[in-house]
């Protein structure tokens, strides 16, 4: 591929916005240029906040198909068991492939660059995310205890290290981690059998997401995360998805260094609750934000998840609210406005554009950094978006940051760089859909669907 340039003024560069020209070479960034104007030959995007890609730290790329099934009755117990897993147990390998491409373009549409996808069939995964151009960490899920994928074991363990060590693959920007379902569906021993492998693969696992798993761990004696130090697991880096039920022992028991807790806030919401993300961040855990799936989402944009994380604590029920609802008086009122600036206080942190561009971006990318996801610096992929900041969802823009952060951006993206490779055209991310082949797979995917579901 020949080199392509990109230059705005206002690029978003480890150190801050700078006006600054970012060079690609192939799917890598080769150099980046701090420059007041253009250089000759080169993409001017002036006008335009240049920024890395988001990258969606926690997802289930092919239940994109499942998406509001069952609706609100399917959420009141355990969704995952009593519903999913049933129609999981009949997915097919093209099945995946066919339904992971469609969640994947919609990553796309929304200025995702980059996901950490866990699901059955991971080389279907792989394949289908090469297929649409979207870049990632594939997790190909693996149960030996109970769940869809324990027939599908040995298959997927080896699928994981030909991922893992798969020039093609490495090429388009995909790689791979080990990716144990959960600390319930998982034995001791094949936790042991994973860590003991040669290629030293970090880990993306659901824990504590759900009182089954809670309980069902606590008959092996001990908490899904003292499970995980029992097993030598927490000596790795590991992504630790939902943490619903981590205590605060449990939480001792982890390092911010190796330790990230995963964090699907709207997923959250409708299965659960949102884990206690100030917890983890007042002992210096980094937090990774991703949607989880379409079918418990209803959308896998990741930007649209950070005005979740900035202010849901502010959502709590507490026991001021309570006892205001009770009497109504003027002190109970005083009690619950003071109660309402304790948590702002404690939590405004969350509001920071920067921090918050961070979750769906460094944070995750630290997990595996030979792929440099969520910064534009030299060696890393060139995953760059583009968004129009003149355009009238985020028009004035005063704060650029802050107006894509929490703004509905997706509709001012005006350009989308995976991979070194334009996502549809330049200026019209959407022509994607256009595509001869896009509208082939979409057709694939809903007769396979409809066979699925057998409507």
Known sequence: MQPTTVFSD????????RSAAVEVRGARIAAVHEVAAAPEGSLDLTGCLVMPALVNGHTHLPMASLRALGGLAARSGNVVEELWFGIESRLTAADVRAFTRMGALECLLAGTGAVFEHYYEGRAVA?????TGLTGVVAP???DLGGPGVPELEAQLEVTLEIHRDPGLAAAGISAMW??????TVSDALWRRLLSQGDDLPLHVHVAQSLEEVARVRARGASPVELLDRVGALEREVLLVH???VSDADRRLLDPKRHRLGHTPWSQTQFAFPAPVDAWLDEGFDVVVGTDAGACND?????????LMAVGSLYEVTAAT???RASGNEATAAALGEHRRQVFDATHRRSDPRWLLGTVGEAAGALVPSLGLGRLEVGALANLAAYDLEHPALWPAADPLRAVVFGDATQALHSLLVAGRWIGEVG???ALCRRDDVRAWREEATQRWKKLLDL
Do not use: I
Not at 127 to 131: F, K, Y
Not at 179 to 184: E, N, V
């Open 127 to 131: 394949e289908a995310l090469r297929d």
């Open 299 to 307: 959308s896998m944009n990741v930007q649209q998840e950070l005005r």
């Open 179 to 184: 990716g144990p379902h959960a600390t319930d």
């Open 141 to 143: 899920t693996l149960q």
């Open 428 to 430: 019209d991310v959407r």
């Open 322 to 324: 309570t006892d205001f």
């Open 10 to 17: 206002r690029v978003l560069l480890p150190h801050g916005l």
């Open 243 to 245: 943490g619903l039920y």
